[in-house]
């Protein structure tokens, strides 16, 4: 049989579905699965899935219709005239055309060609037209009026279909991720700039303008690709593409600084109080509500930011949120639990708590254990400020220990315990204990 002879080409698919037609002729009677191995094609080739999908077609038209499934392809919503609807996106197509009933349904103005055309590719078939529809037809930035081509023939599957009229248009642009499409006016090189070396000079120039932004107003790479990835023109034409990629990287930094703002804005909105012990350097801040976590924070400020600005878009994922949020914002999760006054202290009666008087057996077993150790430790003694601290209290008075802390460091210039040595515990003072070192405390 001629279907043995046949091989996938290297580096592409073949489909022989008239090898398929000439068996299903000879009534054959293979199972479903048999079915599929009569199509070939490389191994990697997607359509092999939509035909194991559809091992039960046995007709050569019906598995055409099968593997043109547009399911994969780009819908996009639309505005014609106005009205709101979905359309097909057709690179391949060099018209556009709409269904007579929705054309009838919106009420457009239905205008007659002069002479009449023939739409070929419905399924190998071809139709005459002989109407048009002229209208504002508007696609994410994008606004164009374009001919629509009405037709009643039945076998066309899509309502609207937005051919190469609209996406060959010189005015606009367009960049995919994923499957997703989007449209972008064209950002056009003024007249001064055409005789500017664009590859040395302009583009050189822009990208260390994004640089600069990147690193001094988010320090992250993550922020600056988002950005990148969102008022990028993907262009149609070779140097102009280029160029219209890199005017509309101009639109970084003021989108990074808006978003930036925001932020900020979002945070000073929520009630919240400054810590008790910010200097005016950091002002530190606490948010009162103490369920709030980063996801719950970023999920509050996407619908404050899609309030405020008009824009339902995401302008950025939570992970790069996370990053700025805990480099550039001042804000902290959870007030301090120690972080309360001599004053309040005396007023809730805290000494009077079981809990209190647990603590206070604990800090005279801690003395009786010092007392022994430095029995035998010698004359050095260590700085014991954090033990307080390191119980679990509910409420411990730290007002006298926080200023004590600051005596020893500004006014001693005790700062840590580099070393055993006199000069580790009192730097500054070395020279006097030595001088004097059998007088000096122990």
Not at 3 to 22: A, C, M, R, T
Not at 112 to 126: I, K
Not at 373 to 383: Q, V
Request: neutral net charge; charged residues 25%; glycine residues 6%.
């Amino acid at each position: 049989m001629d279907i043995v002879n046949h091989k996938p080409i290297e580096g592409g698919s073949l489909y022989d579905f008239q090898n398929l037609s000439k068996i299903i002729k000879l009534k054959v009677n293979f199972s479903d699965s048999d079915k599929v191995s009569l199509i070939y094609g490389a191994i990697n080739d997607n359509n092999i899935t939509l035909a194991v999908e559809a091992s039960n077609i046995v007709d050569l038209n019906v598995l055409g219709a099968y593997l043109k499934n547009s399911e994969s392809k780009f819908y996009k919503e639309v505005m014609l005239e106005g009205q709101r609807c979905k359309a097909f996106i057709d690179f391949g197509s060099e018209c556009s055309i709409v269904k007579k009933t929705i054309a009838e349904q919106f009420k457009f103005s239905i205008k007659n060609l002069e002479t009449s055309v023939t739409l070929s590719g419905f399924l190998g078939t071809s139709t005459i037209v002989t109407q048009y529809i002229l209208i504002n037809t508007e696609i994410d930035e994008v606004n164009l009026n374009i001919r629509f081509y009405v037709t009643d023939n039945a076998e066309f599957k899509f309502n609207i279909l937005i051919g190469s009229d609209f996406t060959e248009n010189p005015n606009i642009g367009y960049y995919k991720v994923d499957k997703l499409f989007f449209f972008k006016k064209r950002v056009h090189i003024p007249e001064s700039l055409k005789n500017i070396n664009c590859g040395e000079i302009l583009s050189s120039d822009l990208e260390r303008k994004a640089h600069n932004v990147s690193l001094a107003i988010e320090g992250s790479e993550s922020i600056t690709r988002l950005a990148l990835g969102q008022f990028s023109l993907v262009g149609k034409g070779g140097d102009d593409a280029a160029k219209g990629q890199n005017l509309g990287n101009l639109e970084l930094k003021k989108s990074i600084i808006n978003v930036k703002k925001i932020i900020h804005e979002h945070c000073d909105s929520l009630s919240h109080n400054e810590s008790h012990y910010s200097r005016e350097d950091s002002k530190l801040n606490y948010f009162k509500d103490q369920s709030l976590t980063l996801n719950k924070l970023h999920t509050l400020f996407i619908d404050y930011y899609k309030e405020k600005t008009k824009n339902n878009k995401i302008p950025i994922k939570n992970s790069t949120y996370f990053n700025y949020f805990n480099h550039f914002v001042n804000f902290s999760f959870e007030w301090s639990r120690i972080d309360v006054c001599c004053y309040q202290y005396e007023k809730l009666g805290t000494e009077n708590n079981e809990a209190a008087q647990k603590h206070k057996k604990i800090v005279k077993k801690c003395a009786i254990m010092k007392e022994a150790m430095l029995s035998k430790a010698g004359k050095y003694l260590c700085l014991e400020f954090d033990f307080a601290q390191n119980l679990s209290m509910p409420k411990i008075p730290v007002n006298a220990q926080f200023y004590l802390r600051l005596l020893w460091l500004h006014v001693f210039n005790v700062q840590g315990i580099p070393t055993r040595t006199e000069q580790g515990l009192f730097p500054g003072l070395g020279d006097l204990f030595s001088k004097n070192e059998d007088s000096h405390p122990k």
